[in-house]
T-cell receptor
Framework: DADVTQTPRNRITKTGKRIMLECSQT?????MYWYRQDPGLGLRLIYY???????NKGEISDGYSVSRQAQAKFSLSLESAIPNQTALYFC????????????FGPGTRLTVL | GNSVTQMEGPVTLSEEAFLTINCTYT??????LFWYVQYPGEGLQLLLK?????DKGSNKGFEATYRKETTSFHLEKGSVQVSDSAVYFC???????????FGSGTKLNVKP
């Protein structure tokens, strides 16, 4: 079984709809992250959480919110989706060690019409 | 600030050719450096890493050396295969911040 899972894998929605993307991990890591990937822009950090009670904004948090329901679960919400939020979204986790490698989920492809 | 700059792609090579993908960085502290690979339809996977100056990371025939004097971490492979076709991301992380900064990615196409 995959260590980091994301649901749904693909989603098509309409402008103005509320959308939730979910991430679960079995690695036992405290730290979790949400990124979006756009062609030519690489990965940009949306939100990150260093433990259940710690939530931080990344470089592009406007229009997004998150919830850390448990150590293993970190959800990303789009309260009112807009077309320029069409992208590939990745969840990642990391341990607190010095090498702090990040482990990525398979991604969710979101299309906002 | 902190940032990573990669060469733009796509890079197209014939099988068994030599590969170099350039990566330079700017960091306010002492970063760890990483190369991640993304195969079509998949998430990112760690390819190799180096945590201090002059370290060499290596995996699956790929290598990169942490050069503090030139703030670079170029990815190399002596003989690429069709199966190496993917997007490669250079990244840095600062221990005290534990956030990653990714480059824009370089797409590699290897032709038989």
């Amino acid at each position: 079984d995959a260590d980091v899972t994301q649901t749904p894998r693909n989603r098509i929605t309409k402008t103005g709809k509320r959308i939730m993307l979910e991430c679960s991990q079995t690695k036992g890591h405290d730290r979790m992250y949400w990124y979006r990937q756009d062609p030519g822009l690489g990965l940009r950090l949306i939100y990150y959480s260093f433990d259940v009670k710690d939530i931080n904004k990344g470089e592009i948090s406007d229009g997004y919110s998150v919830s850390r329901q448990a150590q293993a679960k970190f959800s990303l919400s789009l309260e009112s989706a807009i077309p320029n939020q069409t992208a590939l979204y990745f969840c990642a986790t990391s341990d607190t060690g010095v090498d702090n490698e990040q482990f990525f989920g398979p991604g969710t492809r979101l299309t906002v019409l | 600030g902190n940032s990573v700059t990669q060469m733009e792609g796509p890079v197209t090579l014939s099988e068994e050719a030599f590969l170099t993908i350039n990566c330079t960085y700017t960091a306010t502290g002492y970063p760890s450096l990483f190369w991640y690979v993304q195969y079509p339809g998949e998430g990112l996977q760690l390819l190799l890493k180096a945590t201090k100056a002059d370290d060499k990371g290596s995996n699956k025939g790929f290598e990169a050396t942490y050069r503090k004097e030139t703030t670079s971490f170029h990815l190399e492979k002596g003989s690429v295969q069709v199966s190496d076709s993917a997007v490669y991301f250079c990244a840095l992380s600062l221990y005290n911040f534990n956030k990653f900064y990714f480059g824009s990615g370089t797409k590699l196409n290897v032709k038989p």
